[in-house]
């Protein structure tokens, strides 16, 4: 079964501090992997979408990393900013978008 | 360059009413997803419409229903409203259909009483 599961549900760090979320996956055949920030009550929008042979690509101070052969991704966020509390959504494309539930990250100053 | 824009952001309906949400995609986009959003959980896909034919659709019953017009514009209608349906409905606009990248709405938040 298609499916994408993202750690942890949700994660609490202070301003400042780096942090990293988890996506693993087990979608056949993969054409790309994506990342979304959803901000509370809005719709997402795109951090990074990630080819088969991409392992890394960076979005200002999110860098999202892709291991094709154990099927996992993560999304690392660098000196972390209040702005960047929101629920972060890992999506893997074959013929269709396979979504994860979502990791919800919280800023505290 | 205008996003993508849904209306109304915000309805409350009874239930066994209807409810038709609208959706205007980025110009130039002929591909429009509707995504469904329950609190605390992830996002659930309802239909993709590409050049006014249904080229998706996600397991949802009946009572929801897409459209879409010759200006890529698009409608959603939930019929015969239950109090699960309450929900943020996402619109998401994309230039082919499928796995393209997606540029979403704001959302339309509806509330059944």
């Known amino acids: 079964k298609n499916q994408v599961e993202q750690s942890p549900q949700s994660l609490i760090i202070l301003e400042g501090k780096n942090c990293t979320l988890q996506c693993n996956y087990t979608v056949s055949p993969f054409s790309n992997l994506r990342w979304y920030k959803q901000d509370t009550g809005r719709g997402p929008v795109s951090l990074t979408i990630m080819t088969f042979s991409e392992n890394t690509k960076s979005n200002g101070r999110y860098t999202a990393t892709l291991d094709a052969d154990t099927k996992q991704s993560s999304l690392h966020i660098t000196a972390s900013q209040l702005s960047d509390s929101a629920s972060y959504i890992c999506v893997v494309s074959n013929y269709q978008l396979i979504w994860g539930a979502g990791t919800k990250l919280i800023i505290k100053p | 360059k205008a996003g993508v824009t849904q209306t109304p952001r915000y309805l409350i309906k009874t239930r066994g009413q209807q409810v038709t949400l609208s959706c205007s995609p980025i110009?130039?986009?002929?591909?429009v997803s509707w995504y469904q959003q329950t609190p605390g959980q992830g996002l659930q896909f309802l239909f993709e419409y590409f050049s006014e034919t249904q080229r998706n659709k996600g397991n949802f019953p009946g009572r929801f229903s897409g459209r879409q017009f010759s200006n890529s514009r698009s409608e959603m209608n939930v019929s015969t409203l239950e109090l699960g349906d309450s929900a943020l409905y996402l619109c998401?606009?994309?230039?082919?259909w499928g796995t393209g990248e997606l540029f979403f709405g704001e959302g339309s938040r509806l509330t059944v009483l």
């Open positions: 110009s130039g986009h002929r591909s």
């Open positions: 998401a606009s994309g230039i082919g």
